[in-house]
């Protein structure tokens, strides 16, 4: 999607609809700026043979009442697409209908469902929902696809979150695992893999992650669970993406995060017989401007039924274990964004300053500014530069001939240095691009031969105690 716009909490669908299969994203629409979400639901698509060819298809559904609309979802049933929609900021849960994956929506209906719902149509028709905020429930619909059958409602399936914004929930959890390290905060997402039901959600962490450079309270984790039911007997799963950008290794063996994480919210989907994890990472210096993002992801069921999900690795060919997958730039570009075309700085997925402290969020205090200006040619930059920053980008794809030269489009407000590093952000460096304060613009030759697929960083260094420049664009040449 352009950087313009801001799609979180992004739930996945693939539809065959006119004879054509495509893959559509529904979630809430960052509009307000100054609050989450806005006040309709958008539609993004692309075809399934290609994800880097998004199309948009406009409003798909306005709000009823005035209210902001949190987290959607949408499923088919038959030749009928059933929307659901999280009206007063996802207090109230209406259920509307179109007979096209793009909408309209109409008549909505109220349900009985709650925040964050996501609801799975099974192999046999029957369809259950799942929803919750701190408190996680589940339950089998009626054929009205809105209210809950006699007799289904499971209360709590899986450890939930006790937490200041859920105090009313206090003593709620009866097997003693308040703040349990995989406890159910939010966003709620079921699939069916490999027969197994599998519920994704939103971790709130209570105990350091110290290899994911995490020690504090942290619920950037996209998460699962799976079972042999619909509604019970969930089982550990593990943790899909993370949204705190790329892990820098430490010689201890701990990590740090390298961008600022927030809230997440997404889901798996199998697309043209590969699996991708769609989900969302923070723009701005707040959580009102989210981006939609998505990374290949690895799937696999061992000889036990254990679901993996995320960077597996195997053992003689089994699965034996799983972390999340990186978070980088290149999105639906796998084989790496095209180096040799102009990069907005607003797809770096690593921001960090060398003077950082290792624990707590180790992303710098620069930014990328959120833009909404609907223009093909808008570019997010980076702002609040000082020195010491170093911006990453991971991947991008040199081809099969070396570049010469990187240019990079850069407001200079002292005079900085800014070295261009190859694969890691304390490699080597293959550029050097020097400018004086009030310069825009500055080329340089790369001096390293660079083919095929690498990580790009740009580290800038000034003698200037304050804010040093602004980072538009780049490309190599």
């Given at each position: 999607m352009p950087l313009w716009e801001h799609v979180p909490d992004g739930e996945p669908r693939v539809f065959e609809y006119g004879g054509e299969k495509r893959v559509y994203v529904y979630g809430s629409h960052d509009t307000m700026r100054t609050q989450y979400c806005g006040k309709d639901y958008v539609v993004w698509s692309a075809p399934v043979d290609d994800l880097t060819d998004w199309?948009?298809?406009?409003?798909?559904?306005?709000?009823?009442?005035?209210?902001?609309?949190?987290?959607?979802?949408?499923?088919?049933?038959?030749?009928?697409?059933?929307?659901?929609?999280?009206?007063?900021?996802?207090?109230?849960?209406?259920?509307?209908?179109?007979?096209?994956?793009?909408?309209?929506?109409?008549?909505?209906?109220?349900?009985d469902l709650g925040f964050d719902p996501g609801v799975l149509v099974d192999d046999d028709g029957r369809v259950y929902a799942y929803w919750g905020f701190c408190a996680c429930y589940c339950c089998e619909l009626n054929e009205d696809m809105a209210t809950i059958r006699e007799g289904t409602l499971h209360v709590h399936p899986m450890d939930h979150t006790i937490c200041p914004a859920s105090e009313s929930d206090a003593g709620q959890d009866t097997d003693g695992h308040i703040g349990a390290e995989d406890a159910f905060f939010e966003a709620s997402s079921p699939r069916k893999v490999f027969g197994k039901y599998v519920y994704i959600y939103s971790k709130r962490y209570f105990t350091p992650v110290p290899e994911l450079g995490v020690y504090t309270e942290n619920n950037g984790f996209l998460s699962y669970k799976y079972s042999d039911s619909p509604l019970e007997g969930f089982q550990p799963g593990g943790d899909i993406s993370f949204n705190g950008g790329e892990i820098l290794k430490n010689p201890d063996g701990t990590g740090t995060m390298s961008y600022r994480w927030g809230n997440n919210h997404g889901s798996i989907m199998e697309i043209n017989g590969k699996w991708y994890v769609f989900y969302h990472r923070q723009t701005g210096t707040d959580e009102y401007s989210r981006q939609a993002m998505l990374e290949p992801v690895d799937v696999a069921m061992d000889q036990n039924g254990k679901i993996y999900i995320g960077d597996i690795t195997y053992e003689d060919g089994e699965p034996v274990s799983s972390k999340?997958?990186?978070?980088?730039?290149?999105?639906?570009?796998?084989?790496?964004?095209?180096?040799?075309?102009?990069?907005?700085?607003?797809?770096?997925?690593?921001?960090?300053?060398r003077r950082q402290q290792k624990?707590?969020?180790?992303?710098?205090?620069?930014?990328?500014?959120?833009?909404?200006?609907?223009?093909?040619?808008?570019?997010?930059?980076?702002?609040?530069?000082t020195d010491g920053v170093t911006a990453g980008y991971r991947y991008l794809q040199f081809g099969a001939n070396a570049p010469k030269t990187v240019t990079a489009f850069i407001q200079a407000k002292a005079d900085l240095t800014v070295n261009v590093r190859m694969d890691d952000y304390r490699g080597k460096i293959c550029a050097m691009l020097h400018m004086k304060a009030g310069e825009s613009q500055a080329t340089a030759e790369v001096i390293t031969g660079m083919i095929g697929k690498h990580a790009v960083y740009f580290e800038f260094l000034s003698e200037s105690e304050s804010v040093i420049a602004e980072f538009e664009q780049f490309t190599f040449d």
């Open positions: 199309s948009y298809h406009g409003t798909c559904y306005k709000t009823s009442d005035g209210s902001v609309l949190y987290a959607p979802d949408v499923v088919q049933k038959g030749d009928t697409f059933y929307l659901y929609s999280a009206e007063q900021k996802g207090s109230c849960v209406y259920v509307s209908e179109s007979k096209s994956p793009t909408g309209p929506f109409i008549n909505p209906r109220k349900t999340p997958v990186e978070m980088t730039s290149q999105g639906a570009h796998i084989n790496g964004l095209d180096a040799y075309k102009l990069i907005s700085a607003g797809y770096a997925c690593h921001l960090t300053d624990e707590g969020s180790a992303a710098a205090k620069a930014y990328i500014r959120p833009v909404y200006e609907q223009e093909d040619t808008v570019s997010a930059p980076i702002v609040e530069i």
